[in-house]
């Protein structure tokens, strides 16, 4: 395998394989929704989508990134989710970055959605699919988020090498630039505990694919 590691706007062609990596914050929520037992998440073209969504749908629980805002119900913040039950719920989710990646891939032949609390599940995906194009969509700062580049590192690294030692890896995401802005508080719509669930390595047993329903992008655990 040889993996290619690519921002949003590198993006030129339809990848084979598409592993879709936000660790802070989108795809740690969206597992933790998961955990907190959605059924599924609708990835959100844009804030107005979102909305009109919520309108025809008014028991979708929405969700998007910054302060608390209205005709949303939730924050993206794994912190702030992991009290709610979202038992058989759907999720309606427009982050700034982690959303906007997974739909930038959305005609690839498989779309997994990662961040390091889903790492291993996501590896064996790929790993049993055995394809040599696999392109990692590094969804921070136009592909040089530190801590979204050593998930990425990590998850093609352990694809071929399963015993792959995590404490590097972890140890850059803690100290990317998004950590200490999450950290100090400078995020809206965050919580002390944000940073610690993100870099909580394999802690879901399940990886996460995107696949195209009717006109949406929906997000579901994938084992
Ligand atoms: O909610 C987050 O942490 C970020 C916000 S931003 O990219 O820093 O504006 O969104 P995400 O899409 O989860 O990276
Ligand atoms: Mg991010």
């Known amino acids: 395998m040889d993996p290619r590691f690519l921002g949003i706007p590198e993006l030129t062609d339809v990848p084979s394989v598409a592993v879709v990596v936000d660790v802070m914050r989108a795809y740690t929520v969206a597992a933790w929704a998961f955990a907190q037992g959605a059924e599924k998440i609708v990835l959100a073209e844009s804030l107005d989508d979102a909305?009109?969504?919520?309108?025809?749908?008014?028991?979708w629980v929405t969700l998007k990134d910054g302060p608390p805002s209205p005709g949303f119900d939730a924050v993206?913040?794994?912190?702030?989710?992991?009290?709610?039950?979202l038992t058989g719920r759907t999720v309606v989710q427009k982050t700034t970055?982690?959303?906007?990646?997974?739909?930038?891939?959305?005609?690839?032949?498989?779309?997994?959605?990662?961040?390091?609390?889903?790492?291993?599940?996501?590896?064996?995906?790929?790993?049993?699919?055995?394809?040599?194009?696999?392109?990692?969509?590094?969804?921070?700062?136009?592909g040089r988020a530190e801590e979204d580049l050593a998930c990425a590192h990590y998850i093609a690294r352990r694809i071929t090498e399963p015993s792959t030692d995590p404490t590097d890896y972890l140890e850059r995401?803690?100290?990317?630039?998004?950590?200490?802005?999450?950290?100090q508080g400078v995020r809206e719509g965050s919580h002390p505990d944000d940073v610690p669930l993100c870099l909580e390595?394999?802690?879901?047993?399940f990886a996460m694919r995107a696949t195209q329903e009717d006109t949406l992008m929906i997000l579901r655990p994938y084992t």
């Open 51 to 59: 909305r009109s969504l919520k309108a025809r749908h008014p028991d």
């Open 76 to 85: 993206n913040s794994p912190a702030l989710l992991r009290s709610t039950d």
């Open 97 to 142: 970055a982690g959303t906007v990646g997974a739909l930038a891939v959305k005609d690839a032949s498989l779309v997994l959605c990662a961040s390091f609390v889903v790492a291993e599940a996501t590896a064996r995906v790929v790993r049993t699919r055995a394809s040599d194009d696999v392109t990692f969509v590094i969804t921070g700062e136009e």
């Open 173 to 183: 995401a803690a100290n990317s630039a998004a950590a200490a802005e999450l950290s």
């Open 201 to 205: 390595l394999d802690r879901f047993p």
